[in-house]
């Protein structure tokens, strides 16, 4: 595992960029998967901004997100279909009909898994996976708790998630309570994943996930067993790990 420090969120979203556009650059037709969240913003900005100057080909990247709320339509503000529609999609040259998010409209929760996993079999496996973590160490939707082994999944969100997630909704009845998640199975097979992660509030979920033991009450540590993890974080998410690295 690779630790990059940052020193704001500007130069962490730069440096993820970066490792994503080399990506692109070496492998044209590579799959990518892709997180929402307010950590990766500033990365798809400036993947963004290298589309326009002429640096970056998307036409034949295809991506694979993490997750979705159930019940969110993708033209709802909140869906994460919506998001990175408005984040990246829109605004680069990739073709849409290669672009995958869970169904948060199908609430048969098998139906919806079964079909996300056969997308996942058929354009996989995914050459780099962008991962944020949640404060209390979940990846994707991946709460405390989840065995290591699941492929796409329905998950009852934490009351810290559901929390957290409450600034983005009018009130708390709207937020979500449910999301299908890729599991960290799937997580685990990328090739390679880059973690971006920033401010105080994840640096005990830093130190958790990359220094704590492995455990599935620490979603995130399991990333220590994969072979080409990079974190790229900013001073404050590893203001917990300082000289541990
Ligand atoms: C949600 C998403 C995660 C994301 C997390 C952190 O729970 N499902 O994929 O990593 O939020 O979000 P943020 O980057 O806004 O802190």
Redo the contacts with the bound molecule.
């Keep these: 595992m690779k630790i990059i420090k940052a020193n704001d969120y500007q130069s962490m979203s730069r440096m993820a960029a970066n490792i994503i556009s080399a990506q692109i650059i070496m492998k044209p037709d590579c799959v990518l998967g892709l997180?929402?969240?307010?950590?990766p913003i500033g990365t798809y900005d400036q993947l963004v901004e290298w589309y326009k100057k002429g640096d970056l080909d998307f036409s034949q990247v295809s991506s694979i997100n993490?997750?979705e709320y159930v019940g969110l339509s993708a033209d709802n503000d909140q869906s994460y279909r919506y998001f990175m529609n408005t984040h990246l999609f829109d605004r680069v040259n990739i073709d849409k009909t290669r672009t995958f998010v869970p169904n948060g409209l199908e609430l048969d929760n098998e139906k919806a898994c079964k079909a996300y996993n056969e997308i996942i079999k058929e354009h996989g496996p995914i050459d780099l996976q962008l991962?944020?973590?949640?404060c209390n160490g979940?990846i994707?939707?991946n709460e405390p708790g989840e065995a290591f082994e699941k492929e796409t999944h329905c998950v009852d969100l934490t009351q810290s998630?559901i929390e957290a997630n409450a600034r983005f909704f009018a009130s708390m009845d709207e937020v979500p309570k449910q999301a299908y998640t890729m599991g960290i199975k799937t997580i685990m097979q990328a090739k390679k994943i880059v973690v971006v992660v920033n401010g105080k509030a994840k640096a005990q979920a830093v130190k958790d996930c990359f220094f704590g033991p492995v455990t599935p009450k620490v979603p995130g540590s399991v990333l220590q067993l994969h072979n080409d993890v990079t974190v790229v974080g900013d001073a404050e998410a590893l203001s917990l790990v300082e000289g541990l690295y």
């Design positions: 997180a929402t969240g307010s950590s993490l997750d991962l944020g973590l949640g979940h994707g939707f998630t």
